[in-house]
């Protein structure tokens, strides 16, 4: 069955860097848009950026642009987010979701991974 | 941006009774609308899409409704596993996706 597992997750200093990761599995991954979300603890859900099956249209939610970059890796069915000059604010669980259609330009996101936490402290 | 706002914050019910949960945008969105469910510690789930679709699997007690900029998610007659925050999500004016605050359903 469709599977997105997070990972890459963990404590940082504000100003560092880290890399999530996203394996995918069950479908064709190249086919899809991808989503990476967060959720702040006890907050709401925030999107953040998403990629096309082929990594040519990239978008980024104003809160991250400049610092988080989305990637993918089709061959590894991978989907990855390089997160730069972290602040506490970022401090959230990271989802990947995937497009529930395909080839759709109104799409939600079904399934999602089961998130990944990122710690951004001192 | 379209701004979701989401009402009550918190719905106190009682298993069996129905929960009316109500979700607005700013601007229209069509019947472009999701709704997931999500209880603690645990990736939200799709619920409806399109407004007032199901997703597989997702039990017919949970309906939506509305287009535009006013929906509504019903749960018509509570169980156990139902008490969880409830998100709704516009897809329609993107980017950026946008979520609804949430509500959350709890035992009276």
């Known amino acids: 069955q469709v599977q997105l597992a997070e990972s890459g997750g963990g404590l940082v200093n504000p100003g560092g860097s880290l890399r999530l990761s996203c394996a995918a599995s069950g479908f064709t991954f190249s086919d899809y848009y991808m989503s990476w979300i967060r959720q702040a603890p006890g907050k709401g859900l925030e999107w953040l950026s998403y990629?096309?099956?082929?990594?040519?249209?990239?978008y980024y939610a104003d809160s991250v642009k400049g610092r988080f970059t989305v990637s993918r890796d089709n061959a590894k069915n991978s989907l990855y987010l390089q997160m730069n000059s972290l602040r506490a604010e970022d401090t959230a669980v990271y989802y990947c979701?995937?497009?529930?259609?395909?080839?759709?330009?109104?799409?939600?996101?079904?399934?999602w991974g089961q998130g990944t936490l990122v710690t951004v402290s001192s | 941006e379209t701004v979701m706002t989401q009402s009550p914050a918190t719905l106190s019910v009682s298993p069996g009774e129905r929960a009316t949960l109500s979700c607005r945008a700013s601007q229209s969105v069509s019947s472009n609308v999701a709704w997931y469910q999500q209880k603690p510690g645990q990736a939200p789930r799709l619920l409806i899409s399109?407004?007032?679709t199901r997703a597989t699997g997702i039990p017919a007690r949970f309906s939506g409704s509305g287009s535009g900029t006013e929906f509504t998610l019903t749960i018509s007659s509570l169980q156990s596993e139902d008490f969880a925050v409830y998100y709704c999500?516009?897809?329609?004016?993107?980017?950026?996706?946008?979520f609804g605050p949430g509500t959350k359903v709890d035992i009276k």
């Open positions: 990629i096309s099956g082929g990594g040519n249209a990239i």
């Open positions: 399109g407004a007032s």
């Open positions: 999500q516009q897809y329609n004016n993107w980017p950026p996706f946008t």
């Open positions: 979701a995937r497009d529930a259609l395909l080839d759709a330009y109104y799409n939600w996101f079904d399934p």
